[in-house]
C-alpha cells in the first residue's frame, strides 16, 4: 500500500494505491486501515478508480468506510473488476445516498462522517479468489476536511 505525496494528490487529501499483492495481503474478508480522520474532521469526497485492470479474479468487491465489520459508508460493495479501467466511482455509501438503492448524493457538497475523536477509515476485501489475482491496482482518494488545523 502506497500513499502519493502532496503534489501528485491534489485535490485530495489521501490517496492510496493499492496493488494486486496488497488486495491479496488484505485477503477475503479482510480489514485494512486507510485513512484517518482527525478530531473535527469529515469526508467530503471518496472516489475509486482500477488504475490497471484486474487481471485473475472476477469476484472483487470493496467497501470503504469508518465500521470496521462492514465498512460501508463511503463506498459501499464495489464490484472492481466489473468496473472499466479508468472510470472512477464516487460517494457510493451508505452516508452519502439519500436512500438504499439510489446512487443521488444527498446534497451538493456535504461532508459527512464528521468525527469529534480521531476516526480510521478502513477498507474490506470480499473475494474468494482474490489469492488468484496476478495483476491488478485501485486507488482510492478521499477529501477529509480538518477545519481545527487552523486552531491557535
Do not use: H, W
Not at 14 to 41: E, F, H, S, Y
Not at 49 to 67: C, F, K, M, Y
Not at 112 to 128: G, L, M, N, Q, R
Amino acid at each position: 500500500m502506497a500513499k502519493l505525496t502532496n503534489n501528485e494528490r491534489a485535490p485530495y487529501t489521501d490517496v492510496i494505491r493499492l496493488t494486486a499483492a496488497d488486495l491479496i495481503a488484505i485477503g477475503n474478508g479482510g480489514t485494512r486501515q486507510i485513512a484517518t480522520i482527525p478530531a473535527g474532521g469529515a469526508v467530503s469526497l471518496c472516489a475509486v478508480i482500477e488504475s490497471v485492470a484486474v487481471v485473475g479474479s472476477t469476484s472483487l468487491v470493496v467497501n470503504i468506510g469508518t465500521t470496521l465489520a462492514d465498512p460501508d459508508e463511503f463506498i459501499d460493495a464495489l464490484d472492481v473488476d466489473a468496473m472499466t479501467t479508468g472510470l472512477p466511482t464516487f460517494n457510493t455509501g451508505d452516508v452519502f445516498v439519500q436512500t438504499a438503492g439510489n446512487t443521488t448524493i444527498a446534497g451538493g457538497f456535504l461532508p459527512k462522517a464528521a468525527a469529534s475523536a480521531s476516526t480510521p477509515v478502513y477498507i474490506k476485501v470480499t473475494d474468494a479468489a482474490v489469492a488468484s489475482i496476478t495483476a491488478g491496482e485501485i486507488l482510492i482518494g478521499l477529501q477529509i476536511l480538518d477545519l481545527t488545523q487552523f486552531q491557535a
